[in-house]
């Protein structure tokens, strides 16, 4: 955007005759526009992660409080035909407010659309060795595309019984009627038997580098 002002400041002094009086006022903003501000990568990394932080807080809350109003309107049965139609684009709907990627992956899928691709895999693969070794998983930043895209994830945690009446094990926690309906929405389900606090899979994000730059 500064170097788009920039120009524009330099056509209107090429337009200006030799006998016609620059002002003050726009020699001023020719001088602004040149003091372009230079950002370090480690700058644009750090700025990058706060923000997949913030949109994956943003992006729960509104998939959390959509599901409990399914809840107490339909109870689990409701939430999971909330899940099968609302869920994958509510997702898109944040990302798109912001012009990024946003979606949720896991290898026990419930939805196959969820499963990760290339780029995700192995990422998720580094958060479940550490889900299984008792290592610490924090979110992380990835390049991709000539450093022109970063990919953020964060691991997704089982936080407690609420969600076990979708993701626990069947027949004591996951009730009969449930079950049905899993059977019927999602026939390639490998999300259930979860407890509290396994790994349920991870955010993905793919923010582009340029967006980044817009925020600093």
């Not at 079950?179 to 490998?190: G, N, Q, R, V």
Request: one cysteine or more; a negative charge; aromatic letters at 4%.
């Amino acid at each position: 955007m500064k170097n788009t002002t920039l120009s524009i400041a330099l056509l209107t002094l090429l337009a200006c005759g030799p006998r016609e009086r620059v002002s003050k006022e726009t020699l001023d903003q020719v001088n602004e526009s040149m003091e372009i501000k230079r950002l370090t990568e480690a700058e644009i990394l750090e700025e990058a992660m706060v923000w997949g932080d913030s949109l994956t807080a943003e992006a729960q809350s509104q998939l959390l409080a959509s599901l409990q109003q399914a809840i107490a309107e339909g109870g689990t049965v409701g939430a999971l035909e909330f899940c099968n139609v609302q869920a994958l684009p509510l997702l898109a709907a944040v990302g798109e407010a912001h012009q990024v990627g946003i979606r949720r992956v896991s290898n026990r899928s419930r939805n196959p659309l969820d499963r990760p691709d290339d780029d995700e895999a192995p990422l998720l693969e580094a958060y479940e060795y550490n889900a299984e070794t008792g290592g610490k998983s924090d979110p992380n930043i990835q390049k991709l595309e000539n450093g022109t895209v970063f990919l953020y994830t964060k691991p997704i945690v089982i936080p407690g019984n609420f969600c076990l009446s979708c993701h626990g094990e069947p027949g004591t926690e996951i009730d009969a009627p449930t079950l049905e309906k899993l059977a019927e929405l999602y026939p390639e389900d490998k999300a259930k038997n979860h407890k509290v606090g396994d790994l349920r899979g991870m955010w993905s994000l793919r923010i582009p580098k340029k967006e980044v730059v817009k925020r600093l």
